[in-house]
């Protein structure tokens, strides 16, 4: 694995967290760049998301990476809906 291709991704996905301007053209360059292959997928799903197994696949971790942002966008938008108050 290479841990610097996991490292430059981690920071890049986590500093664009939440802003779909920058995080998707980010997740489209990882998606896209040749050099991650599945560990440096994996690796990267570990710094980013959670801890995943080892025989994750490319596919799914780039899943889990896309879910944590779009869940992130979600929570956000029904706070905004809700006046950033408890619904309970």
């Given amino acids: 694995m290479r841990k610097d291709i996991v ?3 981690v920071k890049l996905l986590k500093e ?3 802003d779909d ?3 998707m053209p980010v997740y489209n360059s990882m998606t896209s760049d040749k050099e991650v292959q599945q560990p440096e997928a994996v690796g990267i ?3 980013f998301v959670a801890t995943m197994p080892v025989s994750t696949t490319k596919k799914t ?3 889990r990476i896309l879910r944590r942002h779009k869940n992130l966008k979600k929570f ?3 706070q905004r809906a809700i006046g ?3 619904a309970a």
Wanted: charged content about 30%; aromatic content about 14%.
């Fill in 76 to 78: 956000t938008s029904k």
């Fill in 61 to 63: 971790a780039f899943e």
């Fill in 7 to 9: 490292e430059r991704y």
């Fill in 84 to 86: 950033n108050r408890s």
């Fill in 45 to 47: 799903g570990c710094g």
């Fill in 16 to 18: 664009s967290l939440g």
């Fill in 21 to 23: 301007e920058a995080f």
